[in-house]
């Protein structure tokens, strides 16, 4: 079978050139497809945090969407030990941020006040512009327009206080972000509680859940039954969002691989016909030197099996190449490594290969040898 | 003559000349539709990435304390240079009030502002602007205010004051009240649960501020920034600065906003404006690559049909030759079969991809896109180009083929 396959080099070099082709088409456009639903939701996690946990009964205080009201009602809290502990116990995969909002005194004005974590913060308010540096330990930060409206630049000292509590921070930076955080000032987590005497206390926490859809739905409410009391909430500007994007990038996805798929793998199958058709003669000469039919046809779909495994199996290496070409090249991303892709070309090249062959295996049941032998 | 030999070509190796004429169309199809889509692609994807919310901000320039706003400068919105890339805008006046429902009392906040009212722009016509308009993520169980004195409530605050749609409440301030029928209850995740929202008009006159806003809403189609858009436009030559104003950058388009509402400040929102920048461009650059990739694709399996179907017919070659036909006459005949072949494939691919991508964007997008007719000269001549690009090499391979040995077989 091998030799035979040989012997006609340039022919069965065309062959498994086609269906390398066609299964590397497929593997590249499997991969990239996986690859792009995971990376677009990677991007999208730069719009924040799509849960957040409040106290049952909480109220707005200050800053909120960027309105300063000054503290609206008796403020109500969440226990930080009972957040963080639940957070563990949940499993789940998430960013987080803590927050204790109130208000602090800054010379003869009540100002908006929040403390938290800034390694925390990083991660999940990546679009906050500074200017200064980030703060080091005991160190602020301070929103823009607070900072225009008392004359408040990076480097210099504050002095805030609370219910006769003080501390005189240095400002590392001010923030601006366009929202609420340019009127506000953001101090370490321990500090704010401190001033505020609510000694492992939080207002808010944000989360930014790496899940979708119903699985975000179903984070939360694996979440809330820990938390004794407080609520989770959807983030409905940026989840509802995202989960939107994200089903329409697939679907996108999905219809474009299969438009080229199938164009391509038409005018493969048709390619494979013509070549393989032309084998009339060969098959009358077998058939006339005494071989039958089932011998005929074993021989000719072997020749295609193995057709169909290599240039499967070379599909599958070219279009793995061609998709971590791709995804570096747009997503600064690595290749991912997929062996059930290898299936699907394997699976593409042999279909392809089978039904490239059939129409010379079902004239080979019709042949009549002498007439193919002639030439006709 | 060229069209008796394809007739005849056909008349001999039928399935040959269909599966030519099959893989052309399918190649030109598919280089067609993707270039239909192409563009529109991006500008969808632009539009499923404003759902975000708005990334532009408009306020006062005295601060929030003191300074309002008019009303009456929110219809020159839609007349500034970028006014085709503004989606939309929203304006709000916030206060404070006391609220009670039902024996429970407390302050909240009143924010009057648009759902979704008709604006018309001098020279430019009309357009639907506010909050249904730019921040499409709001759930509303019950309906939107159509009254004037009906208002939407945040689901926290509803709760609080034990309030549900077909409730009311009362506002109070400093002497004036307003009772607002309850209508719906607005849930976000975010801060509008902690307010009352109702039309403009009413809250206007409850605080005493007519034709008066507090704040502007604008979302709007910008491009990424780039080290060249962040930089401060008071510090650019005047080439510079053209060049900026005439790029959407975020800061432009917000420029923009800014000259026409008198007193007002407008920045972009970050958090909106800085991720999708990124996106965007990703988007656009995987978009790009699977075209090509695809193209490349498509170009192949017609020059591999092509090459199939001429070593096939070298018998045919050998024969000519024999009987005394120059290179130029053979090189003539078969890239005339092939051409033909090539040019009706070619428009077929057109009206199958002109399909194509109005299906995907149909499914995907939920909307048509234009028929682009200046694709079919592009999908006819790309058709034609690969083919005598993917016959070159069997042909040439063919005119060495020697005839006797060929035809003895």
């Known amino acids: ?376 | 003559m060229l069209f008796r030999m394809v007739k005849n070509s056909f008349r001999r190796r039928p399935l040959s000349v269909i599966i030519l004429f099959v893989s052309v169309a399918m190649g030109s199809a598919v280089a067609t539709s993707f270039l239909g889509l192409g563009g529109d692609l991006s500008y969808r994807i632009s539009l499923e990435i404003r759902n975000y919310g708005s990334n532009i901000l408009v306020e006062p320039v005295a601060g929030e304390r003191g300074g309002y706003l008019n009303e009456a400068d929110l219809s020159r919105i839609k007349s500034v240079f970028w006014r085709y890339n503004i989606t939309g805008f929203a304006p709000y006046l916030f206060g404070q009030a006391e609220l009670s429902s039902g024996g429970k009392r407390e302050r909240g906040v009143v924010a009057g502002t648009w759902f979704a009212r008709q604006v018309i722009t001098e020279g430019e016509g009309e357009s639907t602007q506010g909050v249904k308009v730019i921040s499409p993520w709001w759930e509303v169980s019950g309906r939107w205010p159509e009254a004037v004195d009906e208002a939407i409530v945040g689901a926290a605050l509803a709760e609080r004051l034990g309030v549900v749609a077909g409730g009311e409440i009362d506002a109070a301030v400093q002497g004036a009240r307003q009772r607002f029928r309850v209508v719906g209850v607005v849930t976000t995740g975010g801060y509008e649960e902690e307010q009352l929202f109702a039309p403009l008009e009413t809250v206007q006159s409850l605080f005493a501020r007519p034709g008066k806003v507090s704040r502007v809403l604008v979302s709007a189609l910008t491009v990424p920034m780039d080290d060249f858009g962040r930089r401060d436009p008071a510090g650019m030559s005047r080439e510079e600065y053209e060049k900026w104003y005439c790029t959407a950058y975020v800061t432009s388009v917000a420029k923009n906003v800014e000259e026409v509402m008198a007193g007002s400040r407008a920045k972009p929102i970050w958090q909106i404006a800085s991720a999708e920048g990124d996106l965007l461009s990703k988007l656009n650059s995987m978009m790009l690559l699977l075209a090509l990739l695809s193209l490349t694709a498509a170009a192949t399996a017609v020059s591999t049909s092509l090459m199939a179907s001429m070593a096939e017919r070298s018998p045919e070659i050998g024969l000519m030759k024999a009987v005394g036909a120059d290179r130029l006459q053979i090189i003539a005949i078969f890239l005339g079969e092939v051409l033909v072949i090539a040019m009706v494939g070619g428009l077929a691919g057109y009206l199958l991809g002109d399909l194509l991508a109005g299906l995907v964007s149909r499914i995907v997008f939920n909307s048509t896109i234009k028929s682009t007719l200046w694709l079919l000269p592009t999908a006819v001549l790309s058709a034609l180009a690969v083919a005598v690009a993917g016959s070159l090499a069997p042909l040439r391979r063919a005119l060495r083929i020697e005839p006797v040995r060929v035809l003895k077989g």
């Open chain 1, 1 to 376: 079978m091998i030799r035979s396959l040989l012997h006609r080099r340039g022919r069965t070099l065309l062959l498994l050139a086609v269906l390398s082709m066609a299964s590397s088409l497929a593997t590249a456009l499997g991969i990239v497809s996986f690859s792009m639903e995971k990376r677009v939701a990677e991007e999208v996690r730069r719009y924040g945090a799509n849960l957040v946990v409040v106290p049952e009964h909480s109220r707005v205080t200050v800053g909120s969407g960027g309105l300063n009201f000054g503290t609206v009602g008796e403020p109500s809290y969440l226990e930080q030990q009972v957040v963080e502990e639940a957070l563990r116990r949940s499993g789940l995969v998430l960013d987080r941020s803590l927050h204790l909002g109130g208000t602090l005194r800054l010379g003869s004005a009540d100002i908006p006040a929040e403390g938290v974590d800034f390694t925390e913060i990083r991660k999940l308010f990546p679009w906050w512009q500074l200017q200064g540096g980030w703060p080091g330990e005991g160190e602020v930060l301070v929103g823009s327009e607070l900072a225009a409206r008392h004359g408040i630049k990076a480097g210099s000292t504050i002095e805030v206080s609370s219910g006769g509590r003080t501390a005189r921070p240095r400002v590392s930076g001010i923030v601006t972000s366009g929202g609420e955080e340019d009127g506000i000032v953001y101090l370490p987590l321990p500090v704010m509680q401190q001033l505020l005497a609510q000694p492992g206390k939080l207002t808010l926490v944000r989360l930014l859940v790496t899940a979708g859809g119903e699985r975000l739905k179903e984070a939360g409410s694996r979440l809330t039954p820990l938390l004794g009391g407080a609520v989770v909430k959807e983030v409905r500007q940026v989840a509802r969002t995202s989960e939107s994007l994200l089903a329409k990038v697939k679907l996108l996805m999905a219809l474009v691989t299969a438009v080229v798929l199938i164009s391509a793998c038409s005018s493969v199958t048709g390619t494979m016909s013509t070549t393989i058709l032309e084998r009339s003669r060969e098959i009358g000469l077998l058939k006339a030197m005494g071989g039958s039919r089932r011998g005929v046809m074993l021989l000719f779909g072997g020749e295609s099996l193995l057709l169909g495994i290599i240039g499967g199996g070379a599909g599958y290496l070219i279009g793995s190449a061609i998709a971590a070409f791709v995804l570096r090249t747009v997503f600064a991303a690595s290749a991912e490594f997929m062996p059930l892709v290898l299936l699907a070309s394997l699976g593409v090249g042999l279909s392809l290969a089978s039904i490239g062959s059939s129409g010379p295996l079902l004239s080979v049941y019709r042949l009549d040898p002498v007439r193919s032998l002639r030439g006709e």
